[in-house]
Structure formats: structure tokens, C-alpha cells
């Protein structure tokens, strides 16, 4: 098992983990956390442990995407349209992302995502993934396994067997992928099979049906016949792991039904259990010895405590790949009179920066800003000025998508606005025929450089 550590209570709640650790759990999946603080108790966890555990975490931007002191960069998407004009970008990115994560005792990042994103609604995977054909992620995806693995940090690759073409988030539901086999081969496979010629030595199941591998419609995740299938077909030699067991696409069965129904299937680690001491009986009734050995030897080569020089940080590299990465769609003209239509679909404000930056080149510029749908009114726009309609809409886990709202608005401004602005997912503005700029995150640095970019149009007169 590798169960959550909470890395903003890593010090009041040592003694629990430590605790866990004498119980002889495989390791840990890390979220939040101050980098010395964290970087301090994992090296006394890794003490308590004769084999190395596994210290994991979601740092698929970083490891500020999760701990405080590391450096945030831009989701996966961005960074692949970045490298389109600098291939070199991907080296550099993922050897920062190696060195900060060794240094905070992370010894496995839980990426690549190696999900082609071929379903515009996809709503978890997205701007989450390297692009949107079986090429770029293989190509991106294996840089990354090559990268990360030649400085020490294991990686997994996920989620198997293709979470992109989905319309549902398996936070939430189990989603269907209905392709035949043949299909499977010819796209979300490619990742996989290119990613384990590269060194891959873990993948993550999806917790997805998938009625091609599984016939039963039961979850991969649990499922006998997609291990079989890794190891028979794909000829993958190294641990398999469930996602979180704690997400909505196994809801179907209880905690000990669906890590009993794991393990017996073949999986080698349950990730993110909820309550990891009351699984004992699911794993005293599962011969795992063969699975442990397997594990112990995989664990055996991961770095066993934080290691390195703290790094310097890399803010400036990855404001330079949120540059490089913009991307304009269609003819964006000057806006003498600019209006900016902020759409947040977030609980946090977003969208100040960029309002703060446009307002210094323009001090008349106003604003809206639309946090929901109730009562707006295309008349409660002025008339004669420049529209600019900024979306802030992340993709997060739990959260289902695009609201309903915000997809409504934006079709009522379509033939109104100048320009619309994506600071997520480019696809949300998919029905949109105006000219867009495609921003992939919403950070103060992304926010800033398509400031920069209206600001050219203005000097240019047009982009």
C-alpha cells in the first residue's frame, strides 16, 4: 500500500506515519507540504524503513505543483507546444523537475501522463496530456521516462490503459472507453508500448472500463485480464499500480472489496488508500509473496533519502516555456476601446493580474468579472468598445468540467467578443469563431505574457 501523506501535517502526525511505516507499507504518495520541513521528516521516515520506500507524488508540473519552495510549471500541453519551437525546452524542464524532487526525498514523480487527449470534453485529462495524437505523447512522454530516470527520480506512467477519450472523470464515475482492440493499438497504446522500450518500470491503472481488455465492464484497475495483458501483450516487466482507491470510478465496491479484487487481479501497490490500517484483512487473505518480491526489488534501486544540492530556482525557465507556449488562432486586431469579460469558474479569484497588467498599458480599460450564470444579460455590456472575454477554467480532479454556465456565456458572447481568451483548456472555446489566444494555465506568469501578446498587437496592428 501507499497511502496519503499529508505533507502541511508531515510534523504533527509523524508519529501515524511512522507508524505505518513499521507496518510495512510500500511507501507514500505525498500532497503539500513546505519543502525543508517535508524534505527533513522523509529522510527520518526512510530511516525507519530497511528497504527504501517509495516517497510519490503528482508532480506532473513540478514540484511546486505540490510543495511549497519547489518550481510550478506549466501543464503538460504547454510545455508540448512550447518545445514545437524549442525542443531543447523538454531536457531542461524535466532535469529541474528530476533535481527539486530529489532534493525534497521525492524518489518517484506519478508521471508522464501518457493519455492521448483525442475527446475535446474530456474533463480530467485535457491540458494534463503531452497532446493529442499517439506521436507527440510517445515522443514527449519517453524524453521525460529517459530524463527523469537518468537522475535517479522512478516514474509511472499513467493511466493505462488511455484515459483520453473519455467524457467523464474517474474521480467521479467509472468512464467507458468502447474502442475495439485494433483501435486501442492504433492510439492509446502507441504511449504505452513507445514508454516501455524507454525504461518504463511502473504504470498506473485507470480506473476505467474498458470492454475490449476487461469484457466484464469491471475497472482496469481490478481487473485480472489488463494485467494479464500488460505482462502477456506488453511484455511489461515492472510494478503495476492502482490508482486512487479512493476515487468515484470504483465507488461500486467497498474499500476491502476493491483492494481484495486488486491484488487477486495482480496489482502490485494500492495507491491512495482512505484507511490503510483497516485493509489488513484484504491483504492477509491475498498471497502476495511473488508481488513482494517483485516490489522489494523495485524498491531496492530508488534513492533512499533526499539527496543533492538544493536547486536554484527555476521560475525563469518555466515563465519562458508560458511564453513559447502561447498560441493565437485567427486574426487578433488592435482594441481601441478594450472591455475585459472575465469568466471564473473557480472558488478563488482569478483573472487579477491579467486585468492589473492590461490596465497598465491601458488605464481605461474596464472590467467584468461573471463568477456564475444568474443574471447575466448581454445588455449589461456597453456598447461601442472592444470585447475581450478572459476564461479561467482549470481542469482539477473532483471537479466534473466545464460548468454548464460558463458554456453558455461563452456562446452568447461569441459574435460579440474581439478576442476570446483560454487560460485552460484550448477546447473550451472550441465553438468560438473569433480569433483566440490559447494561454493553457492560468498563473500570473501566463496571465502576464498575454498581456504582452495584446500589447504587440496594439504596436504591430495585428497578430
Not at 511512522?18 to 510500500?26: C, E, I, N, P
Not at 503538460?76 to 519551437?85: L, P, R, T
Not at 505523447?137 to 530524463?147: F, N, P, R, Y
Not at 490596465?359 to 444568474?374: D, E, F
Request: with cysteine; glycine share 8%; aromatic share 6%.
Amino acid at each position: 500500500m501507499m497511502p496519503r501523506l499529508e505533507g502541511n501535517r508531515i510534523e504533527q502526525e509523524f508519529e501515524y506515519y511512522r507508524g505505518l511505516v513499521r507496518k510495512g507499507v510500500a511507501g507514500f504518495i505525498v500532497f503539500g507540504g513546505e519543502l525543508n520541513s517535508l524534505r527533513e521528516r522523509i529522510k527520518r521516515l526512510q530511516k525507519e524503513s530497511v528497504t527504501p520506500l517509495i516517497i510519490a507524488s503528482d508532480l506532473e508540473q513540478g514540484l511546486g505543483q505540490q510543495v511549497k519552495g519547489g518550481t510550478l510549471f506549466p501543464p503538460a500541453m504547454a510545455i508540448g507546444e512550447a518545445a514545437k519551437k524549442d525542443p531543447n525546452i523538454l531536457k531542461a524542464v524535466f532535469k529541474c523537475m528530476a533535481d527539486e524532487a530529489r532534493y525534497a526525498g521525492i524518489n518517484m514523480i506519478l508521471a508522464p501522463v501518457l493519455d492521448v487527449n483525442t475527446n475535446p470534453d474530456n474533463p480530467i485529462i485535457s491540458t494534463r496530456a503531452f497532446g493529442e495524437d499517439p506521436e507527440t505523447v510517445s515522443a514527449i512522454g519517453s524524453e521525460m521516462i529517459k530524463t527523469l530516470r537518468g537522475r535517479g527520480i522512478e516514474v509511472c506512467g499513467k493511466h493505462f490503459p488511455g484515459h483520453g477519450d473519455t467524457g467523464v472523470d474517474s474521480h467521479i464515475t467509472l468512464p467507458v472507453v468502447g474502442k475495439s482492440l485494433n483501435a486501442l493499438e492504433e492510439c492509446e497504446l502507441v504511449p504505452f508500448r513507445t514508454a516501455v522500450k524507454a525504461g518504463l518500470k511502473a504504470i498506473m491503472l485507470g480506473h476505467l472500463s474498458v470492454p475490449a481488455i476487461e469484457p466484464s465492464g469491471m475497472p482496469v484497475s481490478l481487473s485480472a485480464n489488463a494485467v494479464r495483458f500488460l505482462r502477456e501483450k506488453m511484455r511489461f516487466k515492472g510494478i503495476v499500480m492502482t490508482d486512487a482507491m479512493n476515487m468515484g470510478g470504483i465507488s461500486a465496491y467497498s474499500a476491502d472489496e476493491a483492494a481484495s479484487m486488486a491484488l487477486r487481479a495482480g496489482v502490485d501497490v494500492l495507491l491512495h488508500p482512505d484507511e490503510p490500517e483497516k485493509l489488513s484483512s484484504a491483504l492477509e487473505k491475498t498471497d502476495c509473496r511473488f508481488r513482494q518480491n517483485r516490489l522489494v526489488r523495485f524498491r531496492k534501486t530508488l534513492i533512499s533519502s533526499p539527496t543533492g544540492r538544493k536547486p536554484r530556482s527555476s521560475e525563469k525557465l518555466s515563465m519562458e516555456i508560458t511564453k513559447k507556449a502561447i498560441k493565437v488562432a485567427g486574426s487578433v486586431k488592435p482594441l481601441k476601446k478594450p472591455f475585459i469579460v472575465l469568466l471564473n469558474d473557480d472558488e478563488e479569484e482569478k483573472g487579477k493580474v491579467f486585468i492589473a497588467e492590461m490596465a497598465k498599458r491601458n488605464p481605461s480599460v474596464k472590467h467584468l468579472i461573471i463568477n456564475s450564470g444568474m443574471g447575466f444579460r448581454l445588455k449589461s455590456l456597453p456598447q461601442g468598445v472592444d470585447i475581450i472575454v478572459a476564461v479561467f477554467s482549470a481542469v482539477k480532479g473532483w471537479k466534473g468540467g466545464t460548468p454548464p454556465w460558463l458554456k453558455r456565456i461563452i456562446l452568447k458572447l461569441k459574435n460579440k467578443a474581439s478576442v476570446f481568451i483560454s487560460f485552460g483548456s484550448p477546447h473550451i472555446l472550441d465553438r468560438v469563431p473569433s480569433a483566440k489566444i490559447y494561454a493553457y494555465w492560468d498563473s500570473e506568469y501566463a496571465q502576464r505574457a498575454v498581456s504582452e501578446v495584446l500589447s504587440e498587437v496594439a504596436e504591430r496592428g495585428t497578430m
